[in-house]
Each structure stands twice: as structure tokens, then as C-alpha cells.
């Protein structure tokens, strides 16, 4: 017994820390590759920006020693059109040079990394080349695998049977990472056997290089040895264990589980010999004073009982304040159990299907054979209470057969009535019992508590049922007040002519969408959309026509977006659509989406015997987080200023918002740092995704589904309380 689960135990143990193992040396090596990318990446920027200093030189050679001698390139070369060398500074690097901007695979291993600009003169015509080129070397791989944390290796070619040209591994494993070099398979990461985790970086897009790059295991090596010999002790402890266990306490135990059997028949009189006193003495002696104060509890729960219901008329008091709905009835239910002592309980309201749904049970098996919730019809016991509006009690004939209702021998069912001050009235109230008497005879009855089978055998008497029926007015009052707080909460978010969200709401979804973005690195994308020329619909076929407008509007809307995203109307003719996970080439897809289908098909208005199409057109403003603000607020602004300016442009069109803010700044590079450390702390030029770093919006042409860039417009942008009439 104690075997299996200290088997199960290790084997798990020993499973989760290799699991833990790799995946730590998977992301370890992940963080590594985009690390190698990054430095490739901007040493190419950096030769590339070297080769044009020097082509926009004057004095070409002496721009190119200038170069050289910061540190920006190893070396520049210039040559003409057909290729005969004009300059080059000294020593060159060693063939062959590879240049940044391939992205196949070389045959033979590249010397250097190089970029080359080329030359023309004023009317366009080529000239030559200027190339700038830095060294692959042992130098180059080492500062490659003190940037990543892990040893690099650099192949001489992309096939898996590549030698190594330049390593940091140390000398006892680098054949088993070669050999381990055929195994891998793009991003896959493999283990070798002398605990190392290896992960390849093929070539690609700005990363001309084939590299392998390899972390060592921090799983302890004596792991499963300690695992198998904790695994040993703990079978021989509790093999000794069991021994001594069973010799002290069987006969105790025996004497001990008889008269536990005699108590729960019922004989609170019971007792058991005290035989020492070790721990099976102390049991009992427990044992003999539980059965004793069982008995005194017995007596006073007894008593207590008639308390208990005289503080239900307080306790539903207090059900009446609180506006979760489920942890009301929890509470009704237990207190009735516990108030008239029946074995079990079921809160039930009335389905709008015709039956009653338990919402809260206790002491009830689930139904066999049907999943959910126990439904009841309204027949029989607890459905007749359903129908009639009359509370019940009795006792089940055992013949009885009850339709879906829990088998029982007794019950006491009381119903639950909307409050006569106008329950009934309200749109959202339930509707009235089946067979009951009309508005305003009676209260609606929405639902039953029944409790099932009282404690001792007895039947429930007449005093339960009168203090059922007066906590169930109380209940009654709690779950109406719950309803009417749903529905007023519900009412307070959404707009009451499209039915869609409104500023209010905007607001919350913003900022937890905007949250959610920043937690999991991803975009979220700001949609501000505004009728073209609505006050003209107003002024031509009345407000009503306009009405119908922004409802069918908003309709279209929510065909054309994703369950996840969110649309919300500000007020008059402006709405607001949220994306989430979705950037600005996604978001001006959405956006012509949405001008198309509002342009495409005029909305009708007027009467049913002669109606007007109105044709509608819809400006849409794009902006996108993080790229255009940092906080929701900022986005929106953005997304608003890129909606003036599709307004200015002739409507009718959809805009991008510019970038938030100008790059930062490039630090100059000192003469004693290496071009891989230069480019490590630099900042990123321009921000990737940006629609722009300019200021200048994108505009989508209507009918196009392309996205082309346009300078911002000179001319101010129209006023807010003009924009759209």
C-alpha cells in the first residue's frame, strides 16, 4: 500500500524535474535565438548605415577610413559598375562575404557579414557599390554567446552533415553537439548525453548565418539514484511500521468500529472499554465522551429548533440586501433544513419551457441518466404547489409514482410570489403561474422551496409550514430585488435605441482591454466610426427615419465583427468598435469591411406601403495600442484625430492613425566598443507595427481593401460638433 503511491510519487517526481529541465533550457534557448536575431539583425543595420555614410561622402575614401576607424564596419569596399574595385580599406576580410539582405541558405561558409548600398548619380543611373563588411571569426561567435548566455557554434554549411567552423563549446563535447546537429529539425530542441540541450537557428530574413546553440541540464545527475533509494526506505519504514500497528490496535479497533455500527442505529447509550493509554486509549475515551455530548446536542438542537425559527424573520431581513442571487438561495435552503429538520431541500424557479429548475439542492442525489440540473413538471407534489399558489405538506404513498420529482416520504412545499407593488408589472417579471388567477388577483408565483423526509421519521407539522411560508415572503422579496438589480445594472451599460454598449461601458473595456494587451504582449485596435452627413437625414425624412438609420446601423455592425470584439455607441451618430489582437492591417481590413456594407446597400425608412432608401456612408478613424498611446484614452484620442482627418479628406474613407511619439534617439558609438555592443543598447529606430513615424495617417480608398500611405492633411480639421452633418 504504501509502495504504489511512493512509486507513483518518485516516477512523477523525477518526471516533472526533467520536464521542468527542458522546458527551462527550451525557453533559456528561445531567448537565446531571438538574441542571436536581434545582434545579426543590427550589426546589418550597422554595416548597411556604415555603406551609406560613406556613399554619401564627398571623399569616399575618407569616409571610409573614418568608418573603419570608429568601429561602425572591419572594412569598405568600393567598386564600380562592373565591379573593378575603386577603394577598399585594409586588411580585407577573407572570402566569401555574405550579404544581410540573403535569405537562402549559402554553399560555402561566409567570411564576412557585409551590406552594400549602391551608387547612382543625379538622374538615377548606376555608378557602383559601396559594401561594408565585418568578420566572422571566433571574436564575432564569442561575443555571440556572451550576449545569449549559451555556447554558439558556427557551421560551415546549412546541411545537417556541416563541420564546425567556430565554437565556444568546450573541446569534450563538441563532436557530441555535431553529432547531435543532424537530429534537429527547425525550432526543435534536442538533448545529447552528457546533459546538454541543443536548438539550431537556420538562416532567415536579415540572419544569414547557420548556428547551433546549446545550454547545459541544471537537473541534478544523481537524481533517480536518490529517487530509487527514498523509494526503498520508505517501502522498509513502512513495512515496520505496519507490523508494529498491527499487533497494538486490531483487537481496539474491532471493539472500537462494533460500536460505532450501534451508534449510527441510534443507541447514543453505547460505550467501549478504556484498555490503556496510548492512542487507541484515547480514541476511546473520545469516543465514549463524543457518544455522551452527542446525546446532550441532540436534546438541545431540540430545544433550539423553535429559537431558530423565530430568527428566520431577521435572517430573511438581511437576504433582502444582498444582490447575489445564487448565494441567496444557498442560504434560504440551508436555514429551511435547518429550521424544520428535513433530510434534504431543493430551491426551484419556474423555466420559461413550462417546469421547475432546481437552482440550489442539498442532501439530493443528481438525476439518473439526465445531466443538469433536476427539472420537476408542474404536477404532482411540487409542481401542484407551482400551479395552485398553495403551500403543501403530506406524506408519499410508496406506490406513488412521482414524475421527476426526488423519491421521498415526507415533503412541505412552499411557493415563492412576486411582491404585489408591481412585480407582475415590470417587463422582465416572470410570467404568471399556470392556472393561476389573473394581474392584480394574486402574486405571480416564480418558484417552490421544498424540503423532503424530516429527521426521526416524523411528518412536518403545521408550525413549519407556517414559518416556511413566512421566510418565503422574505425570499420572495430578495430574489425580485436581485432581478430588478440585474436588469437596472444591464440597462445602465447599454444604449437604449441599438442596444449596444455605451460610454460607460466603453470605459471599463477599455481599460481592461488595454490591460489585457500589455499583460500578453499583444495589440488592440481602436475603431471610431462617424455617419456621413447625418444631420442631413434628420433634416430631410424626420428623426424617426434617423432612429431607424443608427439601429440598422448598428446592426451591421454586429455582423461584421468577431464574438470577441466590442461595439459601443457614444452618442448621436458616433460609434466606437474594439479589436482586440488585431493590428492596423487587420483593423483597416475591418474597417473597409464595415464601409462596404453600409455603402453598398441603402437603408430603407418611411412606411410600409412606400419606403425610402437612404443611401449612408460612414467615416472610420483606425488607431491601434501600443503603437498609438500607451493608455486607452490615448488610443481613443488617436483613433478620433485619425477620424477627422478621413472627415477632411472627403469622407467616406477610413484613416490610421500616425505613430504616438518620434524614435529615440541613436547614442553615438565610442571608438573602443565592438559593433555588437554598440547595437545591443541602442533603441530601435522606429516601432515595429507602426503605421508611420511622420505623424502621417493611412488611408483605406472605399471599394479598394488596400491600405496606401497619405501624408496628414494641411488644412484644420473639422470642428467635433459639425463632424458627420
Given amino acids: 500500500m504504501v509502495a504504489g503511491p511512493v512509486l507513483v510519487g518518485a516516477y512523477f517526481v523525477g518526471f516533472a524535474v526533467t520536464s521542468i529541465d527542458r522546458s527551462q533550457s527550451a525557453d533559456r534557448l528561445a531567448v537565446a535565438a531571438t538574441t542571436v536575431r536581434t545582434a545579426v539583425d543590427a550589426l546589418c543595420q550597422q554595416l548597411r548605415a556604415a555603406a551609406e555614410v560613406v556613399a554619401l561622402a564627398a571623399d569616399r575614401a575618407a569616409a571610409a577610413g573614418r568608418v573603419v576607424d570608429r568601429g561602425l564596419a572591419a572594412a569598405v569596399r568600393v567598386t564600380d559598375v562592373g565591379g573593378q574595385v575603386l577603394h577598399a580599406t585594409t586588411p580585407l576580410p577573407a572570402a566569401s562575404w555574405r550579404d544581410c539582405a540573403a535569405r537562402t541558405p549559402a554553399d560555402v561558409p561566409p567570411g564576412a557579414l557585409a551590406a552594400r548600398v549602391d551608387l547612382r548619380d ?24 556572451v550576449l545569449t548566455g549559451a555556447a554558439v557554434t558556427l557551421l560551415d554549411g546549412p546541411d545537417p552533415a556541416s563541420r564546425l567552423r ?35 537557428v537556420d538562416p532567415s530574413d536579415r540572419q544569414p548565418l547557420s548556428l ?15 529517487l530509487v533509494a527514498a523509494v526503498l526506505l520508505a517501502v522498509l519504514l513502512a513495512v515496520v511500521v505496519a507490523g508494529r500497528l498491527a499487533r497494538a490496535t486490531s483487537r481496539p479497533l474491532a471493539e472500537l468500529a462494533g460500536a460505532v455500527d450501534r451508534v449510527a442505529r441510534g443507541d447514543l447509550t453505547t460505550r467501549v472499554p478504556v484498555r490503556g493509554r496510548d492512542e487507541i486509549g484515547r480514541l476511546a475515551g473520545a469516543f465514549n465522551r463524543m457518544t455522551r455530548e452527542t446525546g446532550t446536542y441532540v436534546a438541545a438542537l431540540t430545544s433550539s429548533r423553535d429559537q431558530l425559527r423565530g430568527h428566520l424573520e ?16 444557498r442560504v434560504i435552503l440551508h436555514s429551511a433544513i435547518a429550521a424544520t429538520g428535513a433530510r434534504a431541500g431543493a430551491v426551484l424557479l419556474v423555466d420559461p419551457d413550462g417546469s421547475l429548475v432546481a437552482q440550489a439542492t442539498e442532501g439530493l442525489e443528481a438525476p439518473a441518466g439526465e445531466p443538469g440540473p433536476l427539472r420537476v413538471p408542474l404536477a404532482d407534489l411540487v409542481g401542484a404547489v407551482a400551479v395552485s399558489g398553495e403551500a403543501r405538506r403530506g406524506r408519499v404513498e410508496p406506490a406513488a409514482a412521482l414524475s421527476g420529482e426526488p423519491p421521498c416520504r415526507t415533503y412541505i412545499a412552499v411557493p415563492f410570489a412576486a411582491p404585489r407593488d408591481g412585480g407582475a408589472s415590470r417587463a422582465d417579471s416572470p410570467s404568471p403561474r399556470p392556472g393561476g388567477p389573473p394581474d392584480g388577483a394574486a402574486p405571480a408565483t416564480f418558484g417552490v422551496l421544498a424540503l423532503y423526509d424530516r429527521l426521526g421519521g416524523e411528518e412536518f407539522d403545521d408550525d413549519g409550514l407556517v414559518t416556511l411560508r413566512t421566510f418565503a415572503g422574505h425570499a420572495a422579496v430578495a430574489v425580485d430585488n436581485v432581478r430588478v438589480h440585474e436588469e437596472t445594472q444591464r440597462l445602465s451599460l447599454t444604449d437604449p435605441l441599438t442596444g449596444l454598449w455605451n460610454y460607460r461601458y466603453l470605459r471599463q473595456s477599455l481599460r481592461r482591454e488595454v490591460e489585457r494587451a500589455i499583460r500578453f504582449g499583444r495589440m488592440l485596435s481602436v475603431l471610431a466610426l462617424d455617419l456621413d452627413r447625418f444631420k442631413h437625414v434628420n433634416d430631410t425624412h424626420g428623426h424617426a427615419a434617423g432612429d431607424r438609420v443608427l439601429v440598422e446601423f448598428a446592426r451591421r455592425i454586429r455582423g461584421e465583427i468577431r464574438e470577441v470584439d466590442l461595439a459601443f455607441r457614444l452618442g448621436g451618430e458616433e460609434f466606437v468598435v474594439l479589436l482586440p489582437e488585431t493590428d492596423a492591417t487587420g483593423a483597416a481590413i475591418v474597417a473597409e469591411r464595415l464601409g462596404a456594407v453600409v455603402r453598398d446597400t441603402p437603408i430603407a425608412v418611411g412606411g410600409l406601403a412606400a419606403p425610402v432608401l437612404v443611401p449612408v456612408t460612414v ?5 491601434v495600442h501600443p503603437d498609438h498611446g500607451r493608455t486607452g484614452q490615448e488610443v481613443l484620442n488617436a483613433a478620433d484625430q485619425a477620424l477627422y482627418a478621413a472627415k477632411a479628406s472627403g469622407r467616406d474613407t477610413c484613416r490610421v492613425a500616425g505613430a504616438a511619439k518620434a524614435p529615440a534617439p541613436v547614442p553615438p558609438v565610442s571608438s573602443d566598443e565592438g559593433p555588437l555592443r554598440a547595437s545591443a543598447r541602442r533603441e530601435p529606430s522606429a516601432q ?29 480639421h473639422p470642428p467635433r460638433q459639425s463632424r458627420g452633418r
Fill in 122 to 145: 543625379a538622374s538615377g543611373a548606376a555608378q557602383g557599390a559601396v559594401t561594408a563588411a565585418q568578420p566572422i571569426d571566433p571574436a564575432f561567435v564569442a561575443r555571440l554567446a
Fill in 166 to 200: 567556430h565554437t565556444t563549446e568546450s573541446a569534450g563535447v563538441r563532436e557530441a553537439v555535431l553529432g547531435a546537429v543532424g537530429g534537429l529539425d527547425g525550432e526543435q530542441v534536442v538533448g545529447t548525453d552528457d546533459g546538454r540541450y541543443l536548438r539550431r
Fill in 212 to 226: 547551433v546553440l546549446s545550454v547545459p541540464s541544471d537537473r541534478p545527475p544523481s537524481l533517480y539514484a536518490a
Fill in 314 to 329: 431577521v435572517l430573511g431581513d438581511t437576504l433582502a440586501s444582498t444582490h447575489d442571487l445564487q448565494g441567496i438561495l
Fill in 619 to 623: 467615416s472610420i478613424g483606425v488607431a
Fill in 688 to 716: 515595429p507595427g507602426a503605421a508611420g513615424g511622420n505623424g502621417s495617417e493611412t488611408e483605406v480608398a472605399p471599394g479598394s481593401g488596400a491600405v496606401t500611405p497619405r501624408g496628414a492633411t494641411s488644412g484644420p
